[in-house]
């Protein structure tokens, strides 16, 4: 059975929606090997044993990850430690993205852009499991601090309705209803969450310093073989 755990990133200019898809072996993998990566930060900076790995509180040191506050080489250690051991285990992540100015122009400020993004993602991800022939529906977990409402409004009216565009579905293919757990214990949001981070810094921000575009530019190296679809959609 295929589990695809999704996050989100965005600011005013983008929207952006990541899946991190594996089976169940390969998150029962994701997790010991995130527990190594955590009992290894504990040891060398003094975090919790047990602290989530979120990409933007770690790489701006904030909350539990105040130890690494201005130590960005060990947060990028960190961090690529994280992808090394993604891309060990054959964690496979798809990327949809919106520019938010384009959608609006084009269908009006009422249109959603998680509505909109959400809805390709998950064509994505039916479309992944499908070329690898896997039978049983995808089954999809989101962050239980998203808005659950939101989330299965959208996705009852996907298989409904179908989702909009030239590759509209039903969704046959992705288990109902979506899932939620906490990203502070689940190694897949955790997966979701890095990579979706990474992937909208690498497309919207312009590094302040050629050491910083440099790490990110490493980082995206290590996750781009990984990488099954990207898009950015602009309508």
Known sequence: MLIAHVDESYDAGHYFIGAAIGDEMQWHE???AFQGIRDRTAYEHGTPADIELHAWEMMSGRKQWAPLRGKHREAVGIYRATLQALREIRVR???RGVDVAALHSRYGSAVDPHGY???HLLERIEDYAAKRKH???VVVIADEIATHAQH???FANYQELGTRGYRSSNLAGIHSPIRFES???TAGLQAA??????HHRRHTIVEKNEKGAAAVRGLCKLMDPITHHHLISRP
């Open 135 to 137: 039978l049983d529906p």
């Open 183 to 185: 990203s502070k214990t």
């Open 152 to 154: 299965q409004k959208e």
């Open 117 to 119: 993004v959400l809805a």
């Open 30 to 32: 994701v997790d010991v």
């Open 193 to 198: 969450d890095f990579g979706v981070y990474l």
């Open 93 to 95: 992540y798809i990327f």
